[in-house]
């Protein structure tokens, strides 16, 4: 009886609300999970082209980075006004906001990461027979995958914060939780969803982390820069 009291007196840490809500905590905690998993993702296959695009010179650049600056500073509830009369009230109206949002961390750190990769490899490539395609693929892609996925951790930490404000047409994961909540000023249930929130955007940059620690191995142990460590430079490098 003691246990089911914390409810009854509204208390902050109450674990009789977490199991009683327990089926409600998981499907609120999937829907977020998807939500910023397909944001990410999708987020990450726009920023690369953009990327490329703007590499190519001030005359792209300028336009590719102002957009997606642009796109960051719109307050979540405009960006979902304005993109509501093509989405309606779904899921993809949410998504589709977060990937904009996501736009300016990666497509930024995609330009740093390429043009991080040294002149001379790309030229020891061009010398063994690389053309851009393979060069992009092979090369720079691979020496600019540190950098790309600090962005790609970055966005995802950001993401899962971001999510919640999808409450407000229904698609928010656990801030669909916390919203009615708040409002009503159910502590257990503000809390509990609150850590989730948290616990998921640790356990995403630690997952994140190993990803990158496994696709760079080069950049593990001396803590050189990637660049002169092992791997596809150092290739690159032997084969010339």
Same mark, same amino acid.
């Given at each position: ?90 899921? &993809?109206? %949410?998504? =589709?906001?977060? +990937? /904009?949002?996501? $736009?300016?961390? #990666? !497509? ?79 502590? &257990?249930? %503000?809390? =509990?969803?609150? +850590? /989730?929130?948290? $616990?998921?955007? #640790? !356990? ?37």
């Amino acid at each position: 009886m003691a246990e089911r009291n914390c409810l009854v007196a509204n208390d902050w840490i109450c674990w009789d609300y977490v199991t009683s809500r327990a089926p409600e905590l998981t499907d609120a905690t999937l829907e977020h999970v998807w939500i910023t998993a397909a944001s990410v993702l999708i987020g990450l296959v726009v920023a690369v082209p953009l990327a490329l695009l703007a590499r190519r010179g001030r005359r792209w650049a300028a336009p590719v980075l102002g957009l997606t600056t642009l796109l960051y500073t719109i307050p979540s509830l405009a960006m979902f006004s304005l993109l509501l009369p093509f989405f309606g009230l779904s899921a &993809a109206l %949410v998504v =589709t906001g977060l +990937v /904009l949002y996501s $736009l300016t961390i #990666l !497509v930024r750190n995609a330009i740093a990461g390429l043009e991080a990769v040294p002149e001379e490899v790309r030229e020891a490539a061009r010398g063994m027979g690389y053309g851009p395609t393979r060069l992009l693929w092979q090369v720079e892609l691979p020496l600019a995958l540190p950098t790309l996925l600090a962005g790609v951790r970055i966005a995802t930490v950001s993401t899962v914060a971001l999510t919640t404000v999808g409450s407000i047409v229904g698609k928010g994961g656990l801030g669909n939780l916390i919203a009615p909540a708040v409002n009503s000023s159910f502590k &257990a249930q %503000v809390l =509990t969803a609150s +850590v /989730l929130c948290v $616990l998921l955007a #640790l !356990v995403a940059d630690l997952l994140l982390l190993g990803v990158q620690r496994l696709l760079t191995p080069w950049t593990r142990g001396a803590g050189r820069p990637a660049r002169t460590a092992g791997g596809p430079a150092a290739t690159v490098a032997k084969g010339a």
